[in-house]
């Protein structure tokens, strides 16, 4: 299998820090790069000023602070990436970019944040399964 590009979704969590791990030995023995996406909650339409900027403001730091632990670990293991965060559901926005990054295979945790007991698979990694003809490697 030729991989070149590896899509990593984040959020956080220990399973996606499992992948996180699992992306960068792939990264590093292929010579391959690596896209970083978090996606974050979308800020409602209708919402109004200043509620909006300041609902997007407070998104936007979520977000980087999660982007920055997975930065540190892919600086530290000298892996090419590309950095992304975007507003919107999870499973569309992981395939949307998927595709237009073409990437040759998605490294995901099995789970994330909300990591429920007896529960096997996210909603997220349920529904990028479901939606891509890519490879997943899903990660426990
Ligand atoms: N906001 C996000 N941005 C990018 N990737 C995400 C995000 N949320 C989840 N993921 C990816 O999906 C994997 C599984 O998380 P998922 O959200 O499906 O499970 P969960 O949080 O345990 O359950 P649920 O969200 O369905 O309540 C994570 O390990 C991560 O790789
Ligand atoms: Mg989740």
New binding site residues.
């Given amino acids: 299998m030729n991989v070149k590009k590896i899509l990593l ?3 956080g ?1 220990a ?2 820090d499992a ?1 996180a791990e699992m992306a960068i030995g792939i990264a590093h023995d292929n010579e391959a790069s690596v896209v970083l ?4 909650r979308a800020v409602p339409t209708g919402l109004g000023q200043p509620n909006a900027d300041e609902l997007l403001q407070y998104l936007t730091k979520g977000a980087e602070a999660v982007v920055q632990h997975y930065r540190t670990k892919l600086d530290d293991a000298a892996v090419d990436y590309l950095e992304l965060i975007i507003g919107g559901d ?1 499973g569309e926005v ?1 395939c949307n970019v998927a595709d237009v990054e073409k990437c040759d295979l998605i490294v ?9 007991e007896g ?1 096997i ?6 529904k990028v399964l479901h939606s891509t003809d890519l490879p997943v490697l899903v990660v426990k």
């Fill in positions: 979704p984040v959020d969590s399973h996606s992948a996406l978090h996606v974050r999870v992981v995901m945790g099995s789970k994330g944040k909300s990591d429920l529960l698979l996210g909603s997220a990694t349920h």
